[in-house]
T-cell receptor, first 117, second 113 residues
């Protein structure tokens, strides 16, 4: 079974600065997908970014980018120019390729990000 | 707006009771997933349905059951409720295309008193 580990329960960053959230995972699969989701105080689950394991290029979405290291099974999220609205819980998640059976998301335990003035 | 609709938003009930949570997936999505999030915890996978059939089970209690109907909406039934069942219950849906993200509803907050 796949596992996802987020070793930083809490992080803090000053507004306009850059912060990196860590995520490692364990899998025996060679093809898979990785995601970062954001959960603000409203408790909505919002997709931030998606990475395909077979693509070496790191995904980028505006101020959000990832550092995907397949051999190390590491998938960190970098937030540049942090804004107050980035304050949230961030979850790393793993998904196997869709097959005829099932492909749920397996989540890490989350990192709570505080953004200070 | 994710396109996934969950009702009700809030539910307060007593121990021993039974409740039903409802989810309508995004248009065109055949897969529905249910997750439980207890206070300040991560998301625990409960169960998945694909086009009306159960496809995967997580740590779902025997007191909990779910189904997906022909119109693809899904219901999660929680019975003999205990205080520890108080949580945020999320429904999510996804397209069948490999690697598609899950799109989450806003959740149903269940409080058992």
């Amino acid at each position: 079974a796949q596992t996802v580990t987020q070793s930083q329960p809490e992080m803090s960053v000053q507004e306009a600065e850059t912060v990196t959230l860590s995520c490692t995972y364990d899998t025996s699969e060679s093809d898979y997908y990785l995601f970062w989701y954001k959960q603000p105080p409203s408790r909505q689950m919002i997709l931030v970014i998606r990475q395909e394991a077979y693509k070496q290029q790191n995904a980028t979405e505006n101020r959000f980018s990832v550092n995907f290291q397949k051999a190390a099974k590491s998938f960190s999220l970098k937030i540049s120019d942090s804004q107050l609205g980035d304050a949230a819980m961030y979850f790393c998640a793993y998904r196997s390729p869709v097959t005829g059976t099932a492909s749920k998301l397996t989540f890490g335990t989350g990192t709570r990000l505080q953004v200070t003035l | 707006d994710s396109g996934v609709t969950q009702t009700p938003k809030h539910l307060i009930t007593a121990t021993g009771q039974r409740v039903t949570l409802r989810c309508s997936p995004r248009s065109g999505d055949l897969s529905v997933y249910w997750y439980q999030q207890s206070l300040d915890q991560g998301l625990q996978f409960l169960i998945q349905y694909y086009n009306g059939e159960e496809r995967a089970k997580g740590n779902i209690l025997e007191r909990f059951s779910a189904q997906q109907f022909p119109d693809l909406h899904s219901e999660l039934n929680l019975s003999s409720l205990e205080l520890g069942d108080s949580a945020l219950y999320f429904c999510a849906s996804s397209a069948t295309v490999s690697g598609s993200p899950l799109h989450f509803g806003n959740g149903t907050r269940l409080t058992v008193t």
